[in-house]
């Protein structure tokens, strides 16, 4: 079990719409734990955390200071992400053209944390959060689906609940 990046995905599921930096943050390092080996080759796992860490760091600062950009970066990679996983669980080769629609997913994702930010948070915080947990966990492929249905749905009505009962702004 990778443990960083199953406490990424729960904090995703249950405050990925309370703390926004933390979204972006833990997106950052989701997409670059995931694709760090491409680009540095095969490197150590202590190698490819660090720079995860630190594409999560960074994510929050920018998150922090330029915010309206932030919304959108954050949306693109959700979206991107997902759609990635949601391949790789259809059976998908990463050799085919999966980009494709990791960058229409990036697209959609952007696009819905533009004009419907809360639910657009809660929603891809609570897929990207199911997604690294059903990832870092390790189950039998056939439980995968159920679980990660299952994660999404309790992360949505957590977050929906805790955003009912806050005051208005």
């Known amino acids: 079990m990778n443990i960083p990046a199953f406490l990424a995905g729960v904090s995703l599921i249950f405050l990925g719409r309370k703390l926004f930096w933390l979204f972006v943050a833990c997106m950052g390092f989701a997409v ?16 490819i955390m660090g720079i995860a860490i630190f594409f999560g760091v960074i994510g929050a600062v ?60 809660i929603l891809l915080s609570s897929i990207s959060g199911a997604s690294i947990i059903v990832q870092s966990i390790n189950l039998d492929p056939a439980l995968d689906l159920p679980v990660y249905i299952g994660l999404i749905i309790i992360g949505t009505a957590v977050q929906a609940k805790i955003m009912s009962i806050e005051p208005e702004k």
């Open 32 to 47: 670059a734990y995931t694709h760090a080996e491409q680009f540095t080759g095969n490197q150590p796992e202590y190698i």
């Open 62 to 121: 920018f998150a922090v200071f330029f915010q309206k950009i932030a919304v959108g970066v954050s949306g693109f990679a959700a979206g991107g992400f997902i759609c990635l996983y949601l391949f790789q669980l259809a059976g998908f080769e990463p050799t085919q053209l999966i980009w494709l629609g990791s960058i229409a997913g990036g697209i959609a994702g952007a696009l819905l944390m533009i004009f419907v930010f809360d639910w657009a948070l």
